[in-house]
């Protein structure tokens, strides 16, 4: 069972208001966040939102937008996050189940349905939506760091004799700046042997 606080949003589509409140009420039991909608337009408008819910359980004939026709909008969303869709649906014939899954749905449910049933395909969507959410943040990562790594790479414009570097501004900068300002490298001084034989012969490290 599911226990202790779960914060994540499911969004619960269905115009008929039994079925609705009814998943509405064992869904909050399970302590998500339910955002209840009676008609495909209103829950496509939801799912469209910059906090949009990550899962959704849509039923299949809505008035406006079908489940099947937010499955498919949703497919064709730019980006890798799209909310995972269970879709709910009287039809349980095994062509009528396929016609949904190749509309974009990620699951099915069919009316009526068991609590035990709905709680174990809610799981597995939230299983999913943690998997992606996780993958999305390391490609987040992943594409910063070649961002660093792209911007030290090239050719850079250097003085050949004080070592400044020229920057895309047209600035001269000292090395140590340019290096600290285009990557998460950072500098302690010291002096090699050869500079410490040069700018204090005879001592092993310079005084203070």
Known sequence: ??????????????????????LEAILSKWRYE????????????????PDAPSLAILDWMMPGLSGTDICQLSSQRPGIRHPY???????????????????????????????????????????????????????VQLEDALDHIK??????PICMHCHKIRDDQESWRRLEEYI???SEAQFSHSLCPECLEKFYPGDDEPSN
């Not at 911007?151 to 850079?156: F, T």
Request: glycine share 6%; with cysteine; proline share 2%.
């Open 151 to 156: 911007r030290l790479q090239g050719i850079l």
């Open 180 to 182: 600290q300002a285009h």
């Open 34 to 49: 339910v955002i209840a909608c009676q008609d495909g337009n209103e829950a496509w408008e939801t799912l469209q939102k």
């Open 85 to 139: 869709i269970i879709l709910l649906t009287a039809l349980g014939r095994t062509e009528d189940i396929v016609i949904g899954l190749e509309a974009g749905a990620s699951d099915y449910l069919t009316k009526p349905f068991h609590s035990e049933e709905l709680r174990a395909r809610v799981e597995v969507g939230k299983r999913v939506v943690e998997l992606q959410n996780d993958l999305a943040n390391r490609i």
């Open 1 to 22: 069972p599911i226990q202790g606080e779960c914060h994540m949003k499911i969004l619960a589509a269905d115009d008929d208001s039994t079925s609705r409140l009814l």
